[in-house]
């Protein structure tokens, strides 16, 4: 891994994407200003907000997302974390985290950004910060039986339709944006 390849990767991933709302379009704006101007931006080193990657894993039938219970934030959210050395691309890293803490192996990320997030948190660093969080879409297999990991209080699939009460997780379907 290197802070240039992140970087690069992250950077990619924001031109690349077209956000349908306004919103969206003000998001990848921020996001790519921060990007200009903290080349570190994708590591945690970085206090004062870091990329995150996080992934949205979709069931065989994009029919249910897989949540997890996160300890720290207390709520369910999507899965994603730190960009850690051996991650080439912020890609890589939603793949990895998405691996990490659901223990489904063979999952395939689709390619493009689905969306972007942030979100005011005191993650490992101990201090507030900001995760601006890249979101891929990842798909489980068929039959894709998740294992929690030490990361989650709990972890299970969820309707679309029926998501927790308290959750803010994206969940755009593609081409609903």
Known sequence: MSAESLHASATESLTEWKPATGPDHSLREAFLAFLGSAPRGCLR???AGHITASAIVLSHDR???LLTLHPRVGR??????HCEPGDETVRDAALREAVEESGIP???ITPGLLGAQAHPITCSLGV???HLDLLFEVIAPPGAVPVRSAES???RWWPLAGLPPGTDVLIPVRGQK
Do not use: K, S
């Open 45 to 47: 080193e970085n206090v």
């Open 106 to 108: 063979d999952l395939l």
């Open 153 to 155: 209080t709990d972890l």
């Open 76 to 81: 369910w959210i999507q899965l994603g974390g």
């Open 63 to 65: 029919r249910d997302i």
């Open 128 to 130: 507030p910060t900001r």
